[in-house]
């Protein structure tokens, strides 16, 4: 099943599931019990959802926002594709690389990702990102996928510069509405195996990154349990897991996206992650 967090036509919130072409909203249904989706995770109550009725809406004319809209914690794992580290001139890590993302940081589908006033080295990173559905702490490797509502799409956007301000990766992640998460989730039931899954970051229909979701260096698995030694993770948490390859700060010349562009994340079993790119105002 495909879940969404979307805006109605009269401006509220909501979420719902895709039915082919449109979206069936639930949030009528069932918002006085579960205000969000991810009050949906928290309940385990997908269930309830997939049963619920309500006016439906065309995909195409859907107005996203970001899958979880106001997960606990983004945790985002850096330097995790095999090929992205040998791009870097690296060694594998020993231990995964964790910064986070706040929530404002982010919009959904087809919403402008924003390139700030103060740089030109706004990056794309393509990735998928877990949802996390059964919250806890030290979550052993062997059960960690149990605690895994679905998948998404990512795209983590950098601001280069700010990145490498200091040792920390924080201050090039986190201006205003400069990432992107979406279209849906869909359950790790209907995705089954998330290492299958190929991936291709797409600027202006010219392929940057395409890989196997299999290229990983530290697994799903054990990215939860690790994670999860930490801080307890809690449902509706999201986890991207790091970008393949390609990126445009590694590209000679190096490749920027600007004002007019427009970016596409696809993951095959899941869907396509679509942003135009303005200016700051």
Request: net charge negative.
């Amino acid at each position: 099943m495909r879940l969404t967090s979307h805006v109605l036509p009269d401006g509220t919130p909501s979420y719902g599931r895709v039915d082919g072409d449109r979206i069936i909203d639930a949030g009528a249904a069932l918002r006085a019990k579960y205000p969000d989706l991810k009050a949906v995770l928290a309940a385990d109550a997908i269930a309830a959802l997939e049963k619920a009725d309500g006016p439906a809406i065309a995909v195409r004319d859907a107005t996203f926002l970001p899958t979880v809209p106001n997960p606990e914690k983004i945790i985002c794992i850096g330097l995790n594709y095999m090929g992205h580290i040998k791009e870097t001139g690296r060694d594998k890590p020993t231990h995964p690389s964790i910064f986070t993302r706040y929530p404002r940081s982010l919009v959904g589908h087809g919403q402008p990702m924003v390139r700030p006033k103060v740089s030109d080295k706004f990056d794309f990173e393509g990735e998928i990102a877990i949802v996390i559905g059964k919250g806890g702490r030290a979550i052993p490797a062997v059960s960690a996928l149990d605690h895994v509502a679905g998948y998404t799409i990512f795209n983590d956007g950098s601001i280069r510069d700010f990145q490498r301000h200091t040792t920390q990766f924080w201050g090039g992640k986190n201006f205003d509405r400069t990432g992107s998460m979406g279209p849906w989730m869909v359950t790790a039931d209907e995705l089954g195996d998330p290492t299958a899954p190929q991936m291709e970051t797409r600027l202006n229909g010219a392929v940057m990154q395409s890989t196997s979701v299999g290229d990983l260096a530290f697994s799903i698995a054990d990215l939860i349990a690790y994670l999860s030694t930490i801080t307890e993770l809690a449902p509706g948490d999201i986890i991207p897991t790091g970008t393949p390859s390609g990126v445009g700060l590694f590209r000679d010349p190096p490749l920027f996206m600007k004002a007019g562009d427009q970016i596409e994340v696809e993951i095959s079993g899941i869907g396509v992650l679509s942003n135009p790119i303005i200016d700051e105002a």
